[in-house]
Each structure stands twice: as structure tokens, then as C-alpha cells.
């Protein structure tokens, strides 16, 4: 006899309900398999991060056979660089001066406020000093400035005092060199800068990222094309000599801004530089995050100097900059920078200058550079 035929009618439909009802669990007890998601995610990271660690500028060798070879073969890492930045940004154009207006002048130079459109609607501006003892049709080497985190373009220049930079534009001029200091959107802390409600530095660049670029992708691309620009319509400039050196956030945008920009002949970054290795083991430790300026697409320091390799480089660092740029670390991302220079028999064109200050110009030593090398 089939026994399932004995059960009573009451657990038939006992069984049915148990076969229909909701199946529920507590959250709680997935929490295993989210787990599992992130440390699949990090361990893939970490695994990433070890080998580009282990990478010299991305893996591959530059060819060192001469200093045409070697040009050649690391045009693929600018545009890996333009690529992780996001330059040029959407709707970039050649320049256009839309307006250069003349400020004063004093015994040293001509002073000139001047804004570049770059995109449609977005200018770069900056200053411009031109040396008082320049003659008429002549011609003289251009150095750009570039203020750092928190400054301003009349900083760098000199119009009021900002001590790190030890009136730089001014001892340029004097030496007779044409400045071109270019503004960073930055709100300027010392200035009594008031906020701008809306357009931080941090929210322009989650939107500037949202479109597919970056606020730093943006900037290079106005300190280049503004460069462009001047050099192509200001008769003074001597276009064929042309120089960039920048502090803090300004020696950031110094190392990449010459890295993609051939036709800036000599670099001086000064008072940012750092052991990218370093910077990475950090990262696979836990035990920091890079900010988004660091190593951006795997191309940290030391690559970014030797895409500027085999043009004359001048890094500078102050020994008591520690809490910024640990001695150290510095000195062992110069020698991994040193290196590309050596193997190319250019050694001399390489220089590591640790000063006795801090976190600020040493203007004759990069001048001494410049007048050296343009």
C-alpha cells in the first residue's frame, strides 16, 4: 500500500504551503560573499600596483641608441600621459589672445596682465614681464613660472611679497628673461581669497572627471596652449629658447607640463618630488591613499622626467622641506631619474639640487641652470 495515501488531508496542505512560501534570510548572512567581492578586488589591485611598481616607465625600454631613438620611442608615454589626464580636454582649440592689457612697469621690466581662450568660454590668464633693457626687435629666452598650491600668478611675480618665492619673476627679468607666470584655478589662502560658492577646486574636478577629463588635464592643457600661444604671437619671444620652473603644486605641473611639451627645452621642478616606489609600496600596504595628482596611469616622477629626457632637467628640493618631500625618498627618485640621462651619455644635463631651506625657490641655482642650458 502506498503510504503517502494514509497522511491526512491537513499535512498535504501543510507540505504545499511550506513549497510556496517567501524564502528570507537576514542580511547578515551574505555579508560573506561582499566579502569576497572587495578582496577579489583588492588583491587585483594590489597585484596591479606590485608590477607597475617593478615597471621602468611602463614596462618598456627606451630606445638609448641615440637621443633622436630614445625621443622617438617614448612618444607612446605622452599619449598614455594626455590619456590618463584627460588632455587635451574636450573642445580644445588654438589659442586666441582675447585680451592683453598693460598693468606698469617699473626700472626692471614691463608688466601685462593676459588672457588666452583656449576652449570655447575658458581662458587661461597669467602675467607677463618683459625686461625694461630689451631692445626694440630683438629677442629674448622665455621662462614660465608656475605659483603652487594655494598661490597666484602675481605671487610668483612679485607684485606683492610671497617670501618662498624670493621675488622670482623680477630676478628672472633682471637676467633677461621674458616670465610668463600662468594663474591655477586655486582659491589663494594668504590673498583673503573668499570661497566660490559652487566651484572649488574639488567640484570642478568631479565634474571636469564626470566629462571626461580633470581639473589637472584642463590646466595643462591652458599652461601649454597659453605658452603656444604667446610664443607664436609675441615677437619678443625667442621660440627656440624656452624654460619651466614652478614650486609645490607648480613643480607638479612643471614635470608633466614639460613631459608632454617638446618644445620646452629646459625644466627646473623645485620643491615637489618624491619616491614613487615608495608612494606605491604605501598604497599596497593600506597604509595611505596617493592623492589623484600622484603617479596618475602608473607615469609618477621619475617617469615624467624621463619624458622630459634627453632636454636638460634641474630638480630641486630643500633640506628642510621634509614633512612635504622627505630628503630621502627625493634622492632615490632622482637617481631612478638619473639613470634614463646616464644610459643616454647625457648624464651632465641631469641635476639633483638639495638647498638648505625649505619649502621654497632657490632662485640662483635654477637660474644658473637656465642661463646654462637656454
Known amino acids: 500500500m502506498n503510504r503517502f495515501l494514509l497522511l491526512p ?9 511550506a513549497e510556496t512560501a517567501p524564502y528570507r534570510e537576514p542580511f547578515a548572512q551574505s555579508f560573506p560573499n561582499r566579502k569576497e567581492q572587495h578582496l577579489q578586488i583588492k ?6 600596483l606590485k608590477a607597475q611598481a617593478e615597471r621602468s616607465l611602463n614596462s618598456v625600454e627606451p630606445d638609448f641608441s641615440s637621443p633622436a631613438a630614445y625621443e622617438r620611442s617614448v612618444e607612446p608615454y605622452r599619449e598614455r600621459l594626455k590619456a590618463a589626464y584627460g588632455t587635451p580636454p574636450p573642445g580644445a582649440k588654438e589659442g586666441r589672445v582675447s585680451k592683453f592689457e598693460k598693468v606698469g612697469e617699473d626700472a626692471l621690466c614691463t608688466i601685462y596682465r593676459a588672457w588666452v581662450e583656449v576652449v570655447d568660454g575658458v581662458e587661461a590668464y597669467g602675467i607677463y614681464l618683459v625686461p625694461k633693457n630689451l631692445k626694440a626687435g630683438a629677442k629674448a629666452p622665455l621662462l614660465i613660472a608656475q605659483h603652487g598650491g594655494g598661490g597666484n600668478p602675481e605671487a610668483v611675480v612679485d607684485l606683492d611679497t610671497r617670501v618662498n618665492y624670493h621675488a622670482f619673476g623680477r630676478e628672472a627679468v633682471k637676467r633677461g628673461y621674458i616670465v610668463w607666470a600662468p594663474a591655477l584655478a586655486m582659491r589663494s589662502s594668504y590673498s583673503g581669497d573668499p570661497a566660490i560658492p559652487g566651484a572649488n577646486r574639488e567640484q570642478l574636478d ?4 564626470l566629462a571626461g577629463t580633470s581639473i589637472i588635464g584642463l590646466e595643462l592643457y591652458k599652461i601649454i596652449e597659453s605658452t603656444r600661444t604667446l610664443m607664436r604671437t609675441r615677437p619678443e619671444i625667442d621660440a627656440e629658447r624656452v ?26 621642478p623645485s620643491g615637489y618630488f618624491r619616491d614613487y616606489a615608495q608612494l606605491m609600496a604605501r598604497a599596497n600596504a593600506d597604509d595611505a591613499k596617493p592623492a589623484d595628482r600622484e603617479g596618475f596611469g602608473g607615469i609618477g616622477h ?29 634622492r632615490v627618485e632622482a637617481e631612478r631619474a638619473a639613470q634614463f640621462y646616464r644610459k643616454l651619455g647625457v648624464a651632465d644635463r641631469f641635476q639633483f639640487n638639495a638647498h638648505p631651506g625649505g619649502h621654497e625657490f632657490d632662485n640662483q641655482v635654477i637660474l644658473d641652470f637656465f642661463d646654462r642650458h637656454l
Open 43 to 48: 588583491a587585483y589591485a594590489d597585484t596591479l
Open 243 to 268: 624654460g619651466m620652473t614652478g614650486l609645490s603644486w607648480g613643480g607638479f605641473f612643471t614635470m608633466y607640463a614639460t613631459a608632454l611639451s617638446p618644445f620646452i627645452k629646459v625644466a627646473a
Open 206 to 209: 568631479e565634474k571636469l572627471r
Open 9 to 17: 488531508l491537513f499535512a498535504v496542505g501543510a507540505l504545499a504551503g
Open 302 to 330: 621619475f617617469q615624467a622626467i624621463a619624458l622630459i629626457c634627453p632636454r636638460p632637467c634641474l630638480v630641486q628640493i630643500g633640506e628642510q622641506d621634509g614633512t612635504l618631500n622627505p630628503m630621502a625618498g627625493a
